[in-house]
Structure formats: C-alpha cells, structure tokens
C-alpha cells in the first residue's frame, strides 16, 4: 500500500455505512488521526485534530484504483474513527450524584460529593474503571475560557456567574479519579469552540431569576441548596414539621425578617406578602405560631358563603353571632335591662316561678354536666404543636 498525505475528503460505502477514502490518499499505517468528532465530519471532508486518541490506518477502510472495498474489519466503523467523543457524548445522559449541590446569593457554585460518570463504557475507549469521579477542588486554579478570567477554587466552590458554564474534560483512557487541572469555566464572549470531552457540569441563565441548570438534573436558584435524591420541593412550598429547628433548605415559618440577597429565591416568589416590607432589605417569612391556615378564596357550604383570608393576611378569631336563652326566676321587672333578682339557666324554674318572663342575653353560659369553662382569649378546638416551614 502506498502511503500518503491525511485525507482531505471521504465518501461512504456502496451500503452507505462506512467512511472510505481514496487509496492514494491514506495515511501511513501508525499515523495518528484522533479527536474525530461527529461534529467534525463535514460534508466533504474530516478535520483531524490530534491527541491522544489513536486510530492507524489499518483500521480505516479504504477503497483501490478499481472501485471502493471496504477491510476486513467491517464493523470498524465510525463509531472507531470518532473513538472517545461518541463516549464523552454519552457520558452526558449517565451523571448522577453531587451530594448537597449548592448556588449561593453570591453565586458560588458547589457540590459536596463525587459527580459520577457510570454504565456509559469501559475501556481505553473511554474509562478503564468504567467509571469517572468529578470531585470538587478546594484550591488552586480554575481556568478560564471563551473571554472569561481564571478564578481560585475555593471551599465555597467556584463563582458561576450568569452565562458563564463549568466543565469537567473526561479523562479518556485513564482510571477513575477526579483530575483537578480538567475543570474549565467558559463564557461566550470569545471564540470557543467545546471539544466533545468536556462534560457540562452546570450552566447559569442569566435571564429572569438567573437559573442554574446542573448536570444531575438539578435546577438551582441563588440562595438554593439540593440534595440530589430527595424529593424535588418547589421554592416557597409549606410544610408542617415535627422539630424546633428547620431542615436545610428550610426556615421556620415564625414571622423572622430574612434578608432578600440571602434568600433572593424565596424572596422572588413571595416577595412582601406576608407581613409588608421591614425595610433593610428584607423581607418577612410567614408567621404560624400560635394560628392556623385557612384557604384563600370564598365558596358556599349548605347555602352560606365561607370566605377565607386573602394571601398573607393574618384574621382575627371570630364567633359566630348568636344568642343564649336566659330565665328570669324571681324578683321584679320584666326585661332584663329592668329586672332585679336572680337569673337560672334552668326552664323547670320558670315553670315553678310563673309569670316572670325570659328573655335573651349576651352573656355566655356555662352548659350543664362539663364542669368549669375553659377560658381563654380566643376560641379553639384541641389541638398539638407543629412547626411549619417554607421551602427556601
């Protein structure tokens, strides 16, 4: 076989499967064509890069002078001539883990476990173990690309501002360890061009409430922490919870001002609702001691309205208006604005003591057979303490 210059141009086979290249336009055998992407195959020809992927001549198919044939090793198709890329592609849809992954009011970005690459190869091709570790560093440089400055990793994470995306560049070929120096953060003021082995880590929005998107399938606020594996809360949601102290990613909700940079994702779905504005920069929690909820809204309930609060609003304990029955059993008078004697809750009085008159008072009365009235302020059923808190 003659050899020659790297190709300039392919074309497919007769089963439209396999890229072949014209015999007198091959490489050496041992020649060095890697870092093949699929993004990299135009339509006439092939961009080789180089690097440590490999792929010699011998496994290419080639075509002759008298028509195009294919070597032996037919399935050594494109999937061997894009080699790793179409790994580190994979790779993407198989990330889990990160532990508590957190995006602070100040954006600093941070995981507190392994982000594992895992089930997506095995292989010089893509991981010996089977398997990548992306742990976070807690020192040294972090560098920049596509027109954004190096930053210091530090035990706060890194900062992922708007528009600005962190990756990790799969280290192909090797063992499963996390590689400090592959972390790279990218903004898109420059040119750039992302090479296929570089998995995205996380991406910031920087449109309305400034999302962060993370590889684990998180969505981050700023001011918001996850725990990859628990069950998504939306920012905001209420729950009653059985101890003193609020889980993270909770407060308490007992009427606290907070501050609205801390909290800004909570503070952008409920805003001043609960309580008006402290000023300083912060904004009220929803306060349940001592009260419960009610919905919001009105509707009809065997012919009467029943309308709750509006949203936010704390009411006053209410009694339904009514009356209580008294007898007037002796004395003189016969209202009892005017009457002078005795009052009996007792109707066989009346029977006994006729003709005086009963008459309505506002007064309450104690009902026969419970004992002592319990008073207090306001007027409730049984109840048992529970805090509710608010989603952060």
Known sequence: MTSG????EYYLDDAGRHP???LSAIVAPGDVVAEIGADEIKDTHIDWGTGAGQVS????PIADAGGWTAQTETEATLQEILGSNTESIKAGFDVSGGGTVSLSA?????WTARIIVISAGRGSHFGTSGYFDINMPTSGTLTGVGGTSDQTWTANGCTLSSWLALYYI???GSSSSSVAANFRIASYTSDLKVPSTWLLIAVRNGDGLAPAKVCNGMTLLAGESRTFGEQPTPTGAIMMWSTATAPTGWLLCDGSAVSETTYAGLFAVIGHGFGGDPGGGNFYLPNFKGISPAGVGTQTINTRDKTGPTLG??????IQYHFHRVYLTEGTGTTLAG?????????YDVIKTSPFPWSIAGEPIEGDGYGTPRTLAYTHGPEIGINFIIRT
């Open 170 to 172: 799969l280290p192909i």
């Open 20 to 22: 072949v290249f014209p």
């Open 106 to 110: 100040a954006s600093l970005f941070k």
């Open 313 to 318: 609003e704390v009411r006053e304990d209410y």
């Open 5 to 8: 210059t790297k190709p300039k």
């Open 339 to 347: 009457y002078t004697g005795t009052v009996s809750r007792d109707p």
């Open 57 to 60: 001549a011998a496994d290419l």
